[in-house]
């Protein structure tokens, strides 16, 4: 019978076997509007970020499925040359796999082999590395038309050749005089890059842009926050926005960037984004007379041919809390009360799970998904926060859940059609705020107009071994229609990974302590874990060649929690743990493993200086170092650690590097426009007590052994 289709046919098959589907002859990253609408009929690629416009992160694969998954093995890992944060959701095209790593750094691999094809480099400047809050890390590519585009942590959009990895045009998206990163991956709509932007915390007003994917010309901005108000305003709803704000907050930037989430709704043309915090975090010192300061904290949909604005819901407003709502936005069509619903959902960083019509931005339904003492609800007359008290911790400082850190961050959830469920990576990290009296604003440095000294830990191990304990984690499958748990599976702590659903009955999510696992979608029943030897954070995803099912995690200790936590982490880093890895069924490839031998800490100098200044050290610590080097300055080993530094031992040597820049190229830049020389001492005079501190009780322990 096949004989009868005479040849044409046959060579045509062959193709088709050959590529896993189509586009013979069309080149690498072949991808257009058409593939990407319909992305469901071609469930063995993976095309952008969420996989589909929906960013449901659902694969309709189903070879390695409930009853096989115990056979999964590694069919090849990819060593990415770096020891900081891997973010990245990979992006797999007709047999290539596209990929971030940190600093912005691209990698082509053979999606079958993990063979390196190309790597580009942006080159981005190190010293950027300090204007960017939570690790040098990048999320992700899109591919278009023959092109990979990344976005880079300079603030850069660049076109990459998909055969070669040479860039055809490369555009710069920020005032680079500022203290912008982009650190989300773009998305592409009709030829249009979408990208927006980081640094709330550092002096930056956010904003979202659109450019031509073929020549990089900017076609619309649309800003999330308005600017100065004597200059006209950009359009009608930036002039109804700064009616929001009080004081001069323009001066500070205002903040609102959005840094990650998007979505697109074909049928409504609509691109819907999450924005960030405010800047600074504390309302009283951003917007004096309150305010709900839109369009911070918020989700916004705009038409995405013309950027224009189509509706907003505000998650948290007059935000004083670092609640960014840009957390993963994902599209459904759901049946609520019997009717149909096309929804946007989010799990977002304050603690409540939004449903909210995805045509109009009405909130249909809230509920907390983790505990929350910030607020008691959400009034649905209002679509408001209730929260309990009104002072934002004016009246003193507050513990609170969530807190920076979110109930849920930057971690990509997905939702399965099939069991209606979507599956959450959440936690509960509590998180003490405060009114910071004397802030006033210091451009690129950590602007939140909160008491940084609030953020130290007991001195009494016992104490912090309880703190730490207090912190959890857990994956959630969470019935956005009954807006209720269904199963948790719990995990030793916070910051775990993204997940992945798929039609084999499987969610798929990585965890901090250097995990990756499979669990039963209806059940939570855990079916298949592998050791990766790395915190995996990043967004799982799966894809076909040869008609073989893979399943790909980046795998790669760094990012925000590891900066700043440093205590309450097990694991740590080695010098170079990025990895890509990839699973299929029957793989039999072996995850070398890493040296993750402990470095025992040197004996330390004796205490430079009397006790009050050490302690005045602390604080300037706590507000300018802490961010990237950890509470009490246990690092969390992403960067060095400064208590086994042997230049807290030399005076000259520790100004050097604080003062005088001399470290600069590994991202350490000069702190001279904010600190004094007897500042950089009494900083020195305090990691020194912390140094010994950290001593005495490593040989504590040992003894006790
Ligand atoms: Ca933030």
Same mark, same amino acid.
């Given at each position: 019978m096949r004989r009868g289709l005479g040849p044409w046919v046959a060579v045509t098959l062959l193709a088709a076997t050959a590529l896993g589907g189509c586009h013979l002859g069309h080149g690498p990253a072949a991808v257009d509007a058409a593939r990407l609408t319909d992305a469901d009929k071609d469930p063995g690629n993976w095309m952008s970020h969420g996989r589909?416009?929906?960013?449901?992160?659902?694969?309709?694969?189903d070879k390695v499925n409930a009853d096989n998954v115990k056979d999964l093995g590694l069919a090849w890992s990819f060593q990415l040359s770096t020891n900081r944060g891997v973010e990245a959701t990979p992006i797999v095209v007709d047999g290539t796999m596209y990929v971030t790593s940190s600093w912005s750094v691209v990698y082509a691999l053979n999606a079958k082999t993990g063979e390196l094809l190309w790597k580009y480099d942006p080159k981005v400047p190190r010293e950027v590395g300090h204007n960017a809050c939570c690790d040098v890390v990048n999320r992700g590519v899109a591919v278009w038309k023959g092109r990979v585009y990344v976005a880079t942590l300079d603030g850069r959009l660049v076109a990459l050749d998909a055969k070669t990895g040479n860039p055809a045009w490369s555009v710069v998206t920020v005032d680079q005089s500022k203290p912008y990163t982009i650190t989300m991956a773009p998305r592409i709509i009709k030829g249009r890059v979408m990208v927006g932007n980081s640094g709330s915390e550092y002096g930056v007003r956010g904003y979202v842009s659109a450019y031509d994917a073929d020549s990089g010309k900017l076609i619309w901005r649309f800003f999330t926050v308005p600017g100065d108000p004597s200059k006209p305003f950009e359009n009608k709803q930036m002039e109804a926005a700064a009616k929001t704000w009080s004081g001069e907050w323009w001066k500070f930037g205002g903040g609102g960037s959005p840094w990650?989430?998007?979505?697109?709704?074909?049928?409504?043309?609509?691109?819907?984004?999450?924005?960030?915090?405010?800047?600074?975090?504390?309302?009283k010192a951003r917007s004096p007379k309150g305010g709900d300061n839109l369009f911070l904290s918020s989700i916004?949909?705009?038409?995405?041919?013309?950027?224009?604005?189509?509706?907003?819901?505000?998650?948290?407003?007059?935000?004083?809390?670092?609640?960014?709502?840009?957390?993963?936005?994902?599209?459904?069509?759901?049946?609520?009360?019997?009717?149909?619903?096309?929804?946007?959902?989010?799990?977002?960083?304050?603690?409540?799970f939004y449903v909210l019509d995805r045509v109009t931005g009405k909130l249909i339904s809230a509920r907390n998904y983790v505990p929350v003492t910030w607020a008691k609800g959400v009034d649905m007359a209002t679509g408001k926060p209730i929260e309990v008290g009104d002072d934002h911790y004016k009246a003193g400082p507050e513990v609170q859940f969530p807190s920076s850190f979110g109930g849920h961050n930057w971690h990509p959830m997905s939702f399965s059609p099939k069991t209606g469920l979507v599956y959450l990576p959440a936690q509960e990290v509590p998180g003490a705020y405060g009114t910071d009296d004397k802030f006033a604003f210091n451009p690129g440095q950590w602007n939140t107009a909160t008491n940084t000294d609030l953020n130290t830990l007991p001195p009494d191990p016992k104490a912090r071994a309880a703190m730490k304990n207090a912190f959890k984690g857990y994956l959630i499958a969470w019935d956005p229609v009954a807006q209720k748990e269904v199963w948790r599976a719990a995990h030793k702590g916070p910051w775990n990974g993204g997940t992945l659903a798929t039609a084999g009955g499987l969610v798929f999510q990585g965890t901090a302590d250097g995990h990756?696992?499979?669990?039963?979608?209806?059940?939570?029943?855990?079916?298949?874990? %592998?050791?990766?030897?790395?915190? %995996?954070?990043?967004?799982?995803?799966?894809?076909?060649?040869?008609?073989?099912?893979?399943?790909?995690?980046?795998?790669?200790?760094?990012?925000?929690?590891?900066?700043?936590?440093?205590?309450?982490?097990?694991?740590?880093?080695?010098?170079?743990?990025?990895?890509?890895?990839?699973?299929?069924?029957?793989?039999k490839a072996v995850l070398p493993k890493p040296d993750l031998t402990k470095i025992e800490m040197p004996k330390p100098p004796a205490a430079a200086a009397p006790q009050a200044i050490a302690a005045q050290g602390h604080s300037t610590f706590n507000k300018y170092c802490l961010v990237c080097h950890g509470y009490n300055a246990i690092s969390g080993g992403v960067i060095?650690?400064?208590?086994?530094?042997?230049?807290?031992?030399?005076?000259?040597?520790?100004?050097?590097?604080?003062?005088?820049?001399?470290?600069?190229?590994?991202?350490?830049?000069?702190?001279?426009?904010?600190?004094?020389?007897?500042?950089?001492?009494?900083?020195?005079?305090?990691?020194? %007590?912390?140094?010994?501190?950290?001593?005495?009780?490593?040989?504590?322990?040992?003894?006790?052994?």
């Open positions: 589909s416009y929906s960013e449901q992160r659902f694969s309709p694969l990650d989430s998007m979505a697109y709704d074909p049928e409504s043309n609509l691109l819907i984004f999450g924005t960030g915090n405010g800047l600074p975090w504390d309302e916004i949909a705009v038409n995405a041919d013309t950027g224009e604005y189509a509706w907003h819901y505000q998650t948290t407003p007059g935000d004083s809390w670092d609640f960014d709502s840009t957390q993963t936005l994902t599209l459904a069509d759901l049946t609520i009360d019997g009717k149909p619903r096309k929804v946007v959902m989010q799990a977002s960083k304050n603690g409540f990756f696992n499979a669990y039963d979608a209806a059940n939570g029943k855990p079916l298949w874990s %592998t050791d990766t030897y790395a915190a %995996t954070l990043a967004g799982p995803m799966t894809y076909t060649v040869d008609g073989e099912q893979y399943v790909a995690v980046g795998a790669g200790f760094g990012s925000i929690f590891y900066l700043v936590a440093g205590f309450a982490v097990d694991q740590k880093g080695s010098p170079e743990n990025g990895r890509i890895v990839v699973y299929k069924l029957g793989g060095p650690d400064l208590r086994y530094s042997p230049l807290i031992g030399d005076a000259a040597g520790f100004k050097d590097v604080v003062l005088g820049g001399a470290r600069k190229s590994n991202g350490m830049v000069s702190f001279a426009g904010s600190l004094k020389e007897a500042d950089v001492e009494a900083i020195r005079a305090y990691v020194i %007590t912390e140094a010994n501190a950290g001593y005495a009780q490593e040989h504590a322990s040992a003894g006790a052994r």
